[in-house]
Each structure stands twice: as structure tokens, then as C-alpha cells.
């Protein structure tokens, strides 16, 4: 990581009283790169002040460098603008800008107050602010709402965020009805925030906790698509399955999927099971209650990316649909599942030993000894199909369409089966199987039979 070289120009101080950096703050200030020394000393030169603000500080006070870095300044962005002509107008109407510097990008925003939130999403406007103080009292939590003078090594923290960093608490800054009404989705990130950096579920405050109670009909309101991006966060968290257990019990779920969830006890005893499963086994755990159709429906409504719907569709399309204990089923059933084999059956056995209705003890074992077997095997010698049509018409005399193929799947089929590695292995077996003369409709399918 890049030591700064360079000394800082005092920028204009803040209307707060503040700290000196913590140990933590102060590693992450020797190890701020020179590329961002250039931007503060520019707007500092300027006759601006300019502080980190946001998770960058959060993130310091925990030890870990973060990923990115926001800057906030009391220029206003049409001066940004002309200071740094080559800057990207990110929202420019909310007063942020991107400031690039070297290979970096800076996110740099206005200090700025709001007024009402018609929509529970965004103020109907905006005002330009001189006062650090007034734009940290306009931020969510207070975790988030800390700020860093970089050249005076000065930590401002109005809202007691390292004491809930400490203690790991979420805290709304001010009155949290009134946050949230605000912006709704602060109640998702609220939860967010509660598997922030570490294997620990972190708590919510009471009155934020009663407040998202209050009001988490809100959600409805939001764009579904930022639903779900902080929903995928929270369903990628390493607790994520203690957070959507505290999302149940709050009600806030249902908001969220837009749907009733019947099952909520049984749920909440199977998500003690699912520590293993990523985010789109999670959400099919959580949405199993409902015929695979409204599944697919409130994943489309979430305006779920294709590639995460697709892996949905997998789950729910193969579910119950298990393997004997054979080495050429087994085989199958792995290249099938691809990367979603070992995932498919932790999800079989989260719903027999908690959801489904009648399962016998030997269905659950089943699913055990599966993993166990599909363990053992070793890789495919060749993990794509060894023939092609024009080798096996001229092997079978066959013209082109549906019975080649048909013949042609089946064979691919038994590549897999008996992990044939070359052409003379699938010829030999080629001879041995009964094709000719036979109706091309029984012939196995490449699938889970």
C-alpha cells in the first residue's frame, strides 16, 4: 500500500470541536495515497475545507483500509468543477461530483442540509452548507456520520459513532421516525449494517428497532431494484441468516418480498441450519412456502439480474430431484448442478429436516450420503462433449435432426456417465447400445431422469 509523501495544507476548519485520531484512524491517515494528498490540498487551497466522511472513516475506526474514500467540502460543486475540469458529474444535482486523481476516483460532495422527503426516498431540495456539524446531522446512523481532518489529524464524532462502533450498535442520528421517513431504505440498511465487517451480528438501538417496526410498509414505496441490491448485501453477509431471522421477527420481510410468509416459525428454526448457503439458496429457503411460480414472480418483481434469476430457476426446478447412490447418476447430477451441485443439496437438506411435510428420517440421510459420494469423485476427465454431429453422421450414416440429435445427447450422456476421455472410448460404446431401428422418444436425456 502507498505511503503518502506529501505534507497537507490546512483547509478551512470546521464548526466542531473534535478529537485527536485514534490509533486505528491514524494508520489509515499514514496510508492515504498522494494522489488524494493533490485533491485536498487543491480544494484546501482553494479556500475550502475538505474532510473524509462516511464508511471510509467508519471503516478506519474498525482497522480495516477502506475501499473507497468520500470526501465532503464546502465548495460548492460548480467550483469543484472548475478546479478539477476532467471530473465526472456524478449527481451533481445532490452536490457530488467524482474527482479523478492519478488512477483513482474520489466521490466529493457539497456539505449540504434537505428539506421534507415527499417521496420516503429523496429531498424535494437541496441546499449548499458551510457547516460540517449541519451535514453530519443529515447522515443515517452514527457509524456513518464521523468526519476526518486529514492535515490537522482531527477526528470529528458529534453522535458517539466509535462508542457504537465499540459496542457494535446501529444508532440513527437524531429521532429515528424521522430519519427513516426521510429515506425508507434505511431500514434495509439498518440490517445491512448489522453483519458489517466480521462474524458477529451487530444489535439495533430500540427506538430505531420500533420505529422500522412502525413503518417498514414504506418499503413498498422504494424501487424494487435498490430493494434488492440491499437485500442481496444483507443475504451475502457471513450472518445473514441471524440478520433475516431479526428481519422476521420485526416484520419487515414480508414488506420487503412484497408477500405473506406463513411459515415463520419453522423458517426461523431452518435458517439456525443455513450458515452455509450463499444468497440465492437463502432466498429460495426463505421463499420455499410458495408454488415455484410466485417464487420466479417476486424474484422478477425485485428486478433480479438474469444471471441470479437463472440460478433461482435451477434451485427450484431441481429441487427433490435426487441422485441414487451410483457413480455414473452421481456424475450426472454434479455436471448438471455445475457449481450449484454442492449448494442444491445443503438446500435439500435445510427442507427435509425443516420444511417439508412428512419427510422420513431416510430421505434426510439420503441427501447426506450424496454429498458424501459426490465428494469422493474425482474431477471429469473431459468436462465437454468429445463428439460433434459431423463425426457422428459419418459413424452412423444418420442425416441431420432430431434422432441425431437425440443420439448425439445420449452418447454425451454416457461420456459422462463412464468419464470417457477420447472418441474411440464413445465409438466403442457407440456399438453396445441400441439405437437402430428404435424410437429416438426413449432414448435418455442428458438431464435428472
Avoid at 48 to 77: M, Q
Wanted: charged share 25%.
Amino acid at each position: 500500500m502507498e505511503i503518502s509523501l506529501q505534507n497537507y495544507e490546512f483547509g478551512k476548519e470546521s464548526d466542531l470541536e473534535g478529537m485527536p485520531l485514534t490509533d486505528s484512524i491514524n494508520q489509515f491517515v499514514d496510508q492515504l495515497p498522494n494522489e488524494l494528498a493533490f485533491v485536498l490540498n487543491k480544494i484546501s487551497l482553494a479556500s475550502g475545507g475538505a474532510w473524509l466522511v462516511g464508511g471510509a472513516v467508519r471503516d478506519a475506526a474498525l482497522g480495516i483500509y477502506p475501499n473507497d474514500i468520500d470526501i465532503a467540502t464546502d465548495l460548492e460543486p460548480e467550483r469543484l468543477l472548475s478546479i478539477f475540469p476532467d471530473s465526472i458529474e456524478t449527481g451533481i444535482a445532490f452536490g457530488t461530483i467524482t474527482i479523478r486523481s492519478g488512477e483513482y476516483h474520489f466521490q466529493t460532495t457539497t456539505l449540504r442540509s434537505e428539506d421534507n422527503y415527499s417521496d420516503n426516498r429523496r429531498p424535494n431540495s437541496v441546499n449548499w452548507e458551510t457547516s460540517l456539524k449541519s451535514d453530519l446531522e443529515r447522515r443515517d446512523f452514527t457509524i456513518n456520520a464521523m468526519a476526518i481532518d486529514v492535515a490537522r489529524r482531527i477526528l470529528y464524532d458529534p453522535h458517539d459513532g466509535l462508542i457504537d462502533l465499540e459496542y457494535k450498535i446501529i444508532r440513527c442520528v437524531g429521532i429515528p421516525m424521522q430519519r427513516i421517513s426521510e429515506d425508507a431504505l434505511r431500514m434495509l440498511r439498518a440490517y445491512r449494517f448489522l453483519g458489517h465487517r466480521g462474524n458477529k451480528v451487530w444489535q439495533l438501538e430500540s427506538q430505531l428497532q420500533n420505529a422500522i417496526k412502525n413503518n417498514s410498509f414504506l418499503i413498498k414505496g422504494l424501487a424494487r431494484e435498490r430493494i434488492w441490491q440491499e437485500l442481496k448485501k444483507i443475504l451475502n453477509s457471513n450472518v445473514a441468516c441471524e440478520i433475516v431471522g431479526k428481519m422476521l421477527e420485526n416484520d419487515i420481510l414480508e414488506n420487503i418480498l412484497n408477500c405473506n410468509i406463513d411459515n415463520k416459525s419453522q423458517l426461523k428454526t431452518a435458517l439456525n441450519d443455513s450458515k452455509l448457503l450463499d444468497y440465492i439458496s437463502l432466498l429460495v429457503l426463505i421463499l420455499n412456502h410458495l408454488p415455484n411460480s410466485e417464487i420466479i414472480k417476486v424474484c422478477q418483481s425485485l428486478k433480479i439480474p438474469n444471471k441470479d434469476l437463472k440460478m433461482v430457476r435451477k434451485t427450484i426446478d431441481y429441487q427433490g430431484k435426487l441422485p441414487n447412490i451410483a457413480v455414473p447418476e452421481l456424475r450426472v447430477f454434479r455436471y448438471l448442478l455445475s457449481e450449484r451441485c454442492m449448494q442444491q443439496l445443503q438446500y435439500e437438506l435445510i427442507i427435509r429436516k425443516n420444511l417439508l411435510v412428512n419427510t422420513e428420517e431416510i430421505d434426510y440421510l439420503h441427501v447426506i450420503s450424496i454429498i458424501d459420494e459426490i465428494q469422493k469423485l474425482k474431477p471429469l476427465k473431459k468436462d465437454h462433449q468429445i463428439i460433434d454431429g459431423h463425426w457422428l453422421m459419418a459413424a452412423t450414416n444418420l442425416a441431420q435432426g432430431e434422432r441425431l440429435g437425440r443420439l448425439k445427447e445420449w452418447l454425451y450422456r454416457l461420456q459422462i456417465e463412464h468419464d470417457l476421455s477420447n472418441i474411440h472410448e464413445v465409438s466403442e460404446l457407440l456399438c453396445k447400445i441400441q439405437w437402430l431401428d428404435v424410437d429416438f422418444q426413449s432414448w435418455p436425456k442428458l438431464s435428472l431422469l
